[in-house]
């Protein structure tokens, strides 16, 4: 059995539809104990109950990001219940949520604000809120999900592709603040990844055309994410910090 985060307590926004189900379910197989926090509180609820019926400790929470309230008592409900957090994952973001794609000048400026709101400013709150319990923990862990759409470039999503590209300068500029409370931040980027909400908007031959692009040449599936969450949470990876970490079957190369 995977003990490499038994006494650790991670929380993962986003943590009740999609690939952050598959983060909360890794890094509770790994001996975490896990708050789900979803701004669909039912959801996160059900996937915490599930992880009890397999004997984890697990809580599903309510929350948006992108509110500074709901944030804090995401971190304060964390705190109460389990005594401490270790891991942030920061999972959370508008993504199909801003569909249809269309060329930038048809963006509405105020889906722009929207996706900045969410999967920037939402970042910084869960930051904010859980850096005291981080710092005590000294094993503090802050994981931001960006995407490899910022090294493709790619087009007609630029409000989507910008708040990910924000999401580096983050990560690095905020390891260089934490870092000497011991505190490691990095980022995940993913490649185009069959999710429930991935799969119900783009068409499955976009998905085999990326899998031909790759050097492993296959669809990405959220399993693919979860080793590299559960690495980067744990001691093995206390000495990387500021760092991305593209895991799209090498689609593109850094
Ligand atoms: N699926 C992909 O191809 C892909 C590729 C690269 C990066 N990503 C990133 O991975 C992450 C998960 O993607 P996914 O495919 O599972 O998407 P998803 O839309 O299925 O999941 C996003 C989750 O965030 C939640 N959420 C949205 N707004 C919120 C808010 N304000 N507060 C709290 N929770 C909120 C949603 O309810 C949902 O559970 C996102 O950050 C996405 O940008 C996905």
Redesign the pocket.
């Given at each position: 059995m995977d003990e490499r985060l038994a006494g650790r307590v991670a929380v993962v926004?986003?943590?009740?539809?999609?690939?952050?189900v598959h983060y909360v379910q890794g890094l509770a197989r790994a001996g975490a104990r896990v708050a789900a926090?979803?701004?669909?509180g039912a959801?996160a609820e059900g996937v915490a109950a599930r992880l009890r019926a397999e004997g984890a400790d697990a809580l599903g929470l309510t929350?948006?990001?992108?509110?500074a309230q709901s944030v804090d008592r995401m971190v304060r409900q964390v705190v109460e219940r389990f005594g401490r957090l270790d891991v942030l994952v920061n999972?959370?973001?508008?993504?199909?949520?801003l569909f249809p794609q269309r060329p930038f000048y048809e963006l509405d400026p105020a889906a722009w604000d929207r996706a900045l709101a969410?999967?920037v400013k939402?970042l910084f709150l869960c930051a904010r809120a859980a850096y005291p319990h981080l710092r005590a923990s000294g094993h503090g862990r802050i994981i931001n999900?960006?995407?490899?759409?910022v090294f493709s470039g790619m087009p007609n999503f630029l409000h989507?592709v910008t708040t990910?590209g924000a999401v580096i300068a983050f990560t690095r500029a905020l390891a260089r603040e934490v870092g000497q409370d011991g505190i490691t931040v990095n980022a995940l980027?993913?490649?185009?990844?069959?999710?429930?909400?991935?799969a119900s908007v783009y068409p499955a031959e976009l998905f085999e055309t990326r899998a031909q692009n790759r050097a492993i040449k296959r669809v990405?599936v959220?399993e693919d994410l979860v080793g590299t969450i559960v690495f980067l949470a744990s001691d093995e990876a206390a000495f990387i910090t500021g760092q991305t970490l593209v895991v799209n079957g090498g689609y593109t190369m850094h």
């Open positions: 926004t986003g943590g009740g539809k999609g690939i952050g926090a979803d701004i669909d959801a929350v948006d990001v992108s509110d999972n959370a973001a508008l993504f199909t949520a969410v999967n939402g999900i960006t995407s490899d759409t989507y990910k980027a993913p490649g185009l990844t069959a999710s429930d909400s991935a990405e959220p």
